[in-house]
């Protein structure tokens, strides 16, 4: 899951520079950004969706098209004894890969951890790491515009599949973004949680590169997932007013549903 602007499904990261991607949209929690306000609200979105009272738990939870990303699992990890994280890119499943393993190489994700162990009112920062990596047992391979994104029609279901900022960064058409949940849907239990960040944009930036996106509005999000077979249970927004350079994008939500 992954970023205000995720590179998640598809090789951009290792064409464009990795580095400079995770420098820019993942800098220090200083709220004098926009990507540190956007990156917090995420936390605190995530920090609602996994300490709710609807009771978001379960056994085994997978990020469809997680990037190189894992601060989506610090709130997630408390939740679920199973994450199975996915990305198109290799590169992006090895920048996972080196933090599950404390490569000394690893992109730095501390500080959003401390974050969220401060909403839960504790700074027992080491500790949960411990957990999210102990949590995250298996990353792997994934296409999004498969039937099965991941495994086939006899693997097991999930009790939760979470994306973010994938969707956005892959289709072409309304109906392809409901054929997308459609298919991450094929992996997740009847009665079982979906989570969807997005952030639709008409463009995005990695230094001097120019990335497409399909760009929607809030009212599709919603709309869609309701087309794909999910009760939308809540959802979370905020606006975009200032303009940047770098993307085009008026607001960041975040959404939990259910399949019927």
Known sequence: ???????????DTTVFGLDTYLKHYYPDLDKSTSESLVNIF??????????????????RLIDIGAGPCVYQFISACTKFNEIVATDLSKENQDAIQRWVNENADAFEWSQYVKYVCELEGHQNTVDREKEMRKAIQNVTYCDFSKKYPVGSSDSPLYDCVLTGFCIECIVNSQQQWVQYLNNASN??????????????????????????????????????????????????????????????????????????
């Open 42 to 59: 995420l936390l605190d979105s995530l920090h609602d969706i996994f300490n709710s009272v609807v009771g978001v738990s379960g056994n």
């Open 187 to 260: 992996l997740l239990k009847s009665g079982g949680w979906f989570v969807q960040l997005c952030m639709p944009a008409d463009f995005y930036m990695i230094g001097d590169a120019r990335m497409s996106c399909f760009k929607v509005d809030e009212e599709f999000v919603l709309k869609a997932l309701k087309e794909a077979g999910f009760v939308v249970v809540k959802s979370y927004l905020t606006k975009h007013t200032s303009t940047r350079s770098y993307m085009n994008y008026e607001f960041t939500m975040v959404v939990l549903a259910r399949k019927l």
């Open 1 to 11: 899951m992954s970023s205000p602007a995720t590179l998640d499904c598809n090789d």
